[in-house]
């Protein structure tokens, strides 16, 4: 090892000690710019649950898709009376779907993605299923808590909430 | 040319001072020779000008926030006199610099001037070329229009597909899950100072590593003979800038930048097509697994340019366009089997072969990734080696042929994205869309 038999005398100690405050400086200050590079800071993204209340249960039709482009998403009612809330992000690169009622599949306008009913990819290039919002039913009245998203690689029954 | 040489006045010598920090005070003959370089690096320095000027005189009135950032647009196209001018100037002069710098790229690498003194430059010139795609990228937000907001959307949306730090990586960019205001702050703050900043920094180093390098790179067997940079070089230069400058004062006069409607979270106009650039890659996103298409195609690409100048090259030619006769038939044959093949390509991928159907319940990062890229890979792989077996090129020669068949392959993915796919980003011709 070199630095065993390497003569440390004053002159470099001290720069050595400078050269590690200024390495020390350097850092500091990157992970200052780090944290201010996301404005509104991590509160923001996280947030408090923010709820969408939607309406009655009983006053949407089954087989219904409606949707809540201001929440960012749309809300279905299976034959069987179970909701879902669909994110109408397209998972592939982020268009936002449309829902084609002849076809009965949402479309994404960008890729050509499809999906069914429930979410599931139909036809890529999209990867995964569309992401969920969490449905709940409260006194009759549904609320979608479009604070985070629920990620999903595809459909299963216990995605849907009943009355 | 006749060029006059009378004795210099005072305020002559001036500027001829001003002009020698640049320039040195002769140069060879043969480096000024307009289709060695067509002057395009002098252009981009007129370009990053022009794109500094206009851009500081938009951030008068520009406000990089959602609720405010179409208006201002607005304001500034209606309410201010030259306002649309100065717009159109900072747009068509921003679509020009990423256009020019890749021609650079590609006069740099034809002309072979990445070996030995000039590595180090042409890992600069690749880094200014990313720094400039990004410059021209995060300007694209800024309208707030949907063209902007959906072109950053989907091209954002991209990063998810980075394994593993994907989905952080693509909010943080974001500053959040969607493109929202953080997005545009951040695009803001990058567009109009770090990026610049960042340009204007490795632009000197740039400019002196030519200066260290001995000058435009020019061939060993050409003519000695040397020339005063000033008037020789510089009268070329005023010149080209000013037939740059007016081309584009007339190019703004009569074409508007493109403003859509306001940005609409919750509607995505179709098709939503990405930055005209990046159409290619779009392009490439249609056939493979966004992974292999957006993610690892560009990354193996770039680092293959950045890897260039550290092959081992048996002969360097320098200065001479396409480096030898074989060479010259090599770039030729590059161009009229991509022109052949790819179109059939995407021909075959869009209408035939869907790996996807045919491999159900396999994971799609397998049937619609791996098996088409590894099965195209395999068909580029076979025709090096008919190339090879054919013509005996020398490996600067086959280097030569790749980058040439990609850059056309590139060129006509772009071409595809942008005049060939309509709605639905289905295949149809240009007059149907």
Known sequence: MKTQTEHINRRSFLKRIWAWLGAIAVFEFAVMAFSMLSPGGRKRKRGASSFVTVGYANEIVPGSVIPYKSGQFYLVRYQDGGFIALSLICTHLGCSIGWNSSEDQFICPCHASSFDKFGNVLNPPATRALDTYKVFIEEGLVKVDTSRKIRRTGFQNSDLVYT | MEINREKPSESNKR???????????????????????????????????????????????????????????????????????????????????????????????????????????????????????????????????????????????????????????????????????????????????????????LMVFHFWRVRKAGGVVVAEKSSPDMVPSDPDLVLKELVTALVLIAFILVL????????????????????????????????????FHPFFSAILIPFLFVGGLIW?????????????????????????????????????????????????????????IISSGLIPFTAVFVLFALLLYVVRKKMAPGNNEMILFIMSFLMAAYFIFSLTGIFFRGTGMQLMWPWNI
Do not use: C
């Not at chain 2, 500027?15 to 981009?44: D, Q, W, Y």
């Not at chain 2, 508007?256 to 650039?277: E, G, I, M, T, V």
């Not at chain 2, 038939?329 to 390509?345: D, E, F, Q, R, S």
């Open chain 2, 15 to 201: 500027a001829r001072n001003l002009v020698l920090h640049i320039h040195p005070v002769l140069v060879r003959k043969e480096s000024i020779r307009f289709n060695l370089t067509f002057g395009l690096g002098g252009m981009l320095a007129v370009l990053f000008l022009l794109q500094v000027f206009t851009g500081v005189l938009l951030r008068f009135t520009y406000v990089a926030s959602p609720d405010k950032a179409y208006d201002s647009i607005l304001t500034i196209q209606n309410d201010i006199f030259f306002g649309q001018l100065i717009r159109n100037m900072h747009n068509w002069s921003g679509i020009l610099f990423v256009l020019i710098a890749f021609l650079h790229l590609l006069r740099t690498f034809y002309t072979g001037a990445f070996y030995d003194k000039r590595r180090w430059n042409w890992i600069i010139g690749v880094s200014l070329m990313v720094l400039v795609i990004f410059q021209n990228f995060t300007g694209y937000l800024l309208p707030w229009d949907q063209l902007a907001y959906w072109a950053i959307t989907v091209s954002t949306s991209i990063l998810q597909y980075v394994p593993v730090v994907g989905e952080r990586l693509m909010e943080f960019i974001r500053g959040g899950e969607n493109v929202n205001a953080s997005t545009l702050l951040i695009f803001y703050n990058f567009h109009t100072a770090i990026l610049p900043l960042t340009i204007v920094i």
């Open chain 2, 252 to 287: 703004s006069m009569f074409f508007n930048a493109p403003l859509q409607d306001r940005a609409d979270p919750a509607f995505s106009p179709n098709p939503a097509k990405a930055p005209w650039y990046f159409m290619g890659v779009q392009e490439l996103l249609l056939h």
């Open chain 2, 308 to 364: 260039l100048p550290f092959l081992h090259f048996k002969e360097k030619q320098q200065g001479v366009w396409f480096y030898t006769r074989k060479g010259e038939k090599l770039v030729l044959i590059a161009a009229v089997v991509a022109l052949i093949t790819i179109p059939a390509g995407i021909l075959l991928s869009e209408f035939v072969i869907d790996v996807e159907r045919m491999l159900p319940g396999i994971p799609l």
